[in-house]
Nanobody
Framework: QVQLVESGGGLVQAGGSLRLSCAAS????????AAWFRQGRGKEREFVAA????????YYTDSVRGRFTISKDNAKNTVDLQMNSLKPEDTAVYYC??????????????????WGQGTQVTVSS
């Protein structure tokens, strides 16, 4: 059974930085995708960023490109999200997700097989 455990959330002022980490276990992480999604209060879940376990190709939603960086460590089975220049609209619960295969629908939450419990990120203005 795949387990994903997020850490690193918290409260930060606008313009600041946070680094989220996702520790993954339970399968061989040489295939598929890992991703971060977020859900603000009263909002739908949205895709933030993804990385292919093999090769490391990355994908970002437009609102975070240039500010956030997703990275992986296959040896440690971790996926990090470095978030810089944070804005109040980045406030949300951030979820780590994992899928077993790769398709072009990397931003569809329905395609992901496993999810973490989430970590709260709050950006004050």
């Amino acid at each position: 059974q795949v387990q994903l455990v997020e850490s690193g959330g918290g409260l930060v002022q606008a313009g600041g930085s946070l680094r989220l980490s996702c520790a993954a276990s339970g399968r061989s992480f040489g295939t598929g995708l890992a991703a971060w999604f977020r859900q603000g209060r009263g909002k739908e879940r949205e895709f933030v960023a993804a990385v292919r376990w093999s090769g490391g190709t990355t994908y970002y939603t437009d609102s975070v490109r240039g500010r956030f960086t997703i990275s992986k460590d296959n040896a440690k089975n971790t996926v990090d999200l470095q978030m810089n220049s944070l804005k109040p609209e980045d406030t949300a619960v951030y979820y780590c997700a994992d899928r077993l295969t790769y398709t072009s629908n990397y931003d569809s939450g329905d395609e992901y097989n496993f999810w973490g419990q989430g970590t709260q990120v709050t950006v004050s203005s």
